[in-house]
């Protein structure tokens, strides 16, 4: 069996069939190159935690499937980095998004939600994607780098393009990869001219002072963290929408209890989570995952959406259940490669879904034709339509 049209199309049934059949299985990359799919929980935790599994490229057997190809200035990112150097450059930035840094962003995080809820007026339909769910993290993650407002609007269509190209236009993806290298070039040698009070003014300074980081890795930082921070994001927000709509008891629920909107960003997180793998790795030595050999150099591709609804796991797991224990999810990844951004995606989630539902009382899907991004590695939605109105005044209700 190839799986990988259907892992296109209902990612969570071929999961599951994989689970119960071939855990361990080899699929053809959207590159028709081979890669090796791991699919249950126990397998996908440990194997975000073995040494001998490594991010690092050049342990990459020629002929197997490598995931996106970057530039230098682009790759030499965290998730493409091992100890010494992840840890070094990691080290660097971790201090931007710890929980108490989050916890000072909460304010103006919820100001930009708000804004973003009075642009849409009273009531009324919208594409929930792109006038909120997609502004909201681009602002506050622009906002933290010092992104000036003229280019964020060309960097979600750039981002958009690379999380789901399209293999009939090759060019596109080539054409965004430019356009980001451009754009960061630009952007590095403004900073320099006019450092700024925001985190990409700091790198810099780090770079500039202390040598402790080259020039490819500086500009993949920003890249990724500006990436990363947008993608995850906006993908959770959505997903956890959709969720909450087409689940009304569970909306209710949550509506009744809004102090327990913390606990259920993380069984929204395990129920349909922003990512369907981990970022590739490449065995240095041969390897045994469930009971299969991956032979080294192999592309092996950790499914987080399957892990995370192994009812091994977590019983009855393809129902969302906002009472339920979700702690333990695989969702931003496990081990040192944890998503740095873990605690700003949450805080983003739960403060949009509050702001949402304290500001929209009826909320509903407008069209029930949704349509998921066709990408092996991301679960987003490329729009959500819903109509929503506050409640009426007690003057127009007796009017």
Not at 88 to 94: A, F, S, Y
Not at 110 to 139: F, K, M, Q, V, W
Not at 369 to 387: E, F, K, T, Y
């Amino acid at each position: 069996m190839d799986p990988a049209d259907g892992l296109l199309n209902d990612p969570h049934d071929v999961y599951r069939r994989l689970r119960d059949t071939a855990p361990v299985h080899r699929i053809a990359g959207t590159d028709g190159n081979p890669a090796w799919v791991v699919t249950r929980y126990q397998d996908v935790r440990e194997a975000l935690t073995d040494p001998r599994l490594s991010v690092d490229k050049r342990h990459a057997k020629e002929g197997n499937y490598q995931g996106l190809s970057l530039p230098p200035a682009l790759d030499a990112n965290l998730l493409n980095m091992e100890a010494p150097d992840h840890t070094r450059i990691r080290r660097l930035v971790v201090r931007a998004f710890t929980p108490r840094r989050v916890e000072q962003l909460r304010v103006p995080i919820r100001e930009t939600a708000d804004r973003l809820l009075d642009a849409l007026g009273r009531h009324g339909t919208t594409d929930l994607i792109a006038s909120y769910a997609a502004p909201l993290p681009i602002t506050v993650i622009c906002d933290l780098l010092g992104v000036p407002d003229r280019h964020r609007r060309d960097f979600r269509v750039w981002t958009d393009t690379l999380l789901a190209p399209d293999p009939t236009r090759p060019q596109d993806a080539k054409g965004a990869v430019a356009a980001m290298l451009g754009f960061f070039g630009e952007l590095l040698a403004d900073k320099r001219k006019e450092p700024a009070d925001d985190l990409l003014s700091d790198l810099i300074a780090v770079r500039d002072e202390g040598d402790r980081l080259s020039e490819d890795e500086l500009m993949s930082l920003a890249f990724l963290i500006l990436f990363a921070g947008y993608e995850n994001t906006v993908q959770l927000i959505g997903n956890a929408v959709l969720a909450l709509l087409r689940h009304p008891e569970q909306l209710a629920a949550l509506r009744e209890r809004p102090a327990r909107l913390p606990a259920a960003v993380e069984e929204f997180s395990r129920y349909e989570g922003p990512a369907l793998l981990a970022i590739r790795r490449f065995p240095t030595e041969d390897v045994t995952i469930g009971g299969v050999t991956v032979p080294a150099g192999e592309t092996v591709l950790l499914s987080l959406a399957a892990a995370n609804r192994d009812p091994a796991r977590f019983p009855d797991p393809d129902r969302l259940d906002l009472s339920r224990d979700a702690s333990g999810h695989l969702a931003l990844g496990h081990g040192i490669h944890y998503c740095l951004g873990a605690p700003l995606a949450r805080a983003e989630t739960e403060i949009a879904l509050a702001a949402l539902l304290e500001r929209f009382p009826e909320l509903a899907l407008a069209d029930t034709d949704i349509r998921w991004r066709r990408s092996l590695r991301a679960r987003g939605l490329l729009s959500l339509p819903v109509s929503y109105s506050e409640k009426p005044s007690c003057s127009e209700k007796i009017s």
